[in-house]
């Protein structure tokens, strides 16, 4: 087992905004992570990621508790928040061989060439992050969610923004990286669910309230679906 969540509940003040939801995904997956806007998407990944702590709950990756082992775990967990932090006056492997250095990584300089051509960067890795595009600076993102080799990939809203050319491409990246290791990703885009997912899980308010395999719902009947799941 990859991922498994079991009861986790978490609030803000007094607004409640997970409730004892669970979760398990097995390696090899690639699974979207669907719902309104508020439905505590970003919240859930934040907790499996350790950034945020839950009121109550275990959350598990590859059998590592991630509240008593943060540090473990996260060794196992690449993460592409939703707002793509990066330092913009750095250069593309400048970043990337600092990034590769907080996980103490050997071999670094080979790792990040690796990991340039696999994430298409090498026609920019001589460039500051601040002047590539959006759809290169999430190339870029992926590659330091990847640098560590992780077993699970977390990825928020990884291609809002991006134009038609931008989009394929990194949906295509998803796919690859997604064959061997766990892929958890929201997206509002629901045609990106039929084009390279496995599964998907669909929460709202808090809960889920759909858990399905792709090949389960026809791509005309998803919208429907979907909006009448979260309406």
Do not use: W
């Not at 997956?29 to 998407?41: D, E, S, T, Y």
């Not at 350790?50 to 059998?63: A, H, T």
């Not at 600076?137 to 928020?156: K, N, S, Y």
């Amino acid at each position: 087992m990859s991922l498994e969540v079991k009861n986790i509940c978490k609030s803000y003040g007094s607004q409640q905004v997970l409730f004892d939801v669970n979760l398990r995904i097995d390696d090899g997956r690639i699974v979207a992570f669907l719902g309104p806007n508020g439905a505590g998407k970003s919240t859930l990944m934040k907790l499996l990621t350790g950034y945020l702590k839950p009121d109550s709950g275990e959350i598990r990756v590859e059998g590592v508790d991630v509240l008593q082992n943060p540090r473990q775990a996260q060794r196992l967990i690449g993460y592409l928040p939703e707002h793509n932090p990066l330092y913009l006056e750095m250069y593309v492997k400048e970043y990337l061989q600092f990034t590769a250095g907080l996980y103490g990584m050997d071999r670094i300089p080979e790792r990040v060439d690796a990991m340039i051509e696999k994430t298409g960067l090498t026609g920019e890795y001589r460039k500051r992050i601040g002047e590539l595009s959006k759809g290169y600076r999430q190339r870029v993102g992926l590659a330091q969610a990847l640098i560590h080799e992780p077993r699970v990939l977390i990825l928020d809203e990884p291609t809002t923004g991006l134009d038609p050319n931008q989009l394929i491409e990194i949906r295509g990246l998803i796919k690859e990286f997604g064959r061997d290791r766990t892929v958890l990703f929201s997206t509002h885009i629901l045609q990106e669910v039929h084009a390279i997912c496995d599964r998907m899980v669909v929460l709202r308010k808090g809960r889920f309230v759909a858990d399905k395999a792709v090949g389960e719902v026809a791509p005309e009947a998803l919208e429907d679906m979907f909006h009448e799941l979260t309406r």
